[in-house]
T-cell receptor, first 114, second 113 residues
């Protein structure tokens, strides 16, 4: 069973602070990693993808990947109330029949307090 | 354009009804997915189509029947569902390959009465 683990939270941060979300995965063969944001009642929205060790920045978001430690994280700088959502870590793994599939963590609920 | 379109947005059906969910994308993606999501849970994979062929069926009950008529369309046929099947049904698509991003439709909120 290939697993993706996240701190389920909830996580609360004040407006303007840095929110740090963490994820670990069990499949050492995984090559691609994603963060999705999901507002209540809506579908997941892709916000970051990362494939190589190190940091990847996009605006206020930074994804970090460490394949040796099987660890991926998402930092949100200058957090805004509009960032309040559930953040899903997803890892591309090999499923049954050798087809690739996204395996999701349980999600971290983030609340940014004004 | 990263749009995946699902219809209908909401569906209420009885346990003896037959209905279908539809998903469409025009991004040239050759992998399409059905996920089921219950409240406060992550999406749970149901089916994967790769190049219009069913490549993953995650032991889904036969009352759910997927169909991929062409590279842009994905259907999920529903028959004799149970109230516990009420959930948000999500379609997603991606390029078929390893390092590829998947994009989700807005989902169909299904209620079985």
């Amino acid at each position: 069973q290939k697993e993706v683990e996240q701190n389920s939270g909830p996580l609360s941060v004040p407006e303007g602070a840095i929110a740090s979300l963490n994820c670990t995965y069990s499949d050492r063969g995984s090559q691609s990693f994603f963060w999705y944001r999901q507002y209540s009642g809506k579908s997941p929205e892709l916000i970051m993808s990362i494939y190589s060790n190190g940091d990847k920045e996009d605006g206020r978001f930074t994804a970090q990947l460490n394949k040796a430690s099987q660890y991926v994280s998402l930092l949100i700088r200058d957090s805004q109330p509009s960032d309040s959502a559930t953040y899903l870590c997803a890892v591309n793994t090999v499923g049954s029949g050798s087809a690739r599939q996204l395996t999701f963590g349980s999600g971290t609920q983030l609340t940014v307090l004004p | 354009d990263t749009e995946v379109t699902q219809t209908p947005k909401h569906l209420v059906m009885g346990m003896t009804n037959k209905k279908s969910l539809k998903c469409e994308q025009h991004m040239g993606h050759r992998a399409m997915y059905w996920y089921k999501q219950k409240a406060k849970k992550p999406p749970e994979l149901m089916f994967v189509y790769s190049y219009e062929k069913l490549s993953i069926n995650e032991s889904v009950p036969s009352r759910f029947s997927p169909e991929c008529p062409n590279s842009s369309l994905l259907n999920l046929h529903l028959h004799a569902l149970q109230p516990e099947d009420s959930a948000l049904y999500l379609c997603a698509s991606s390029h078929a390959g390893q390092n590829t991003e998947a994009f989700f439709g807005q989902g169909t909120r299904l209620t079985v009465v």
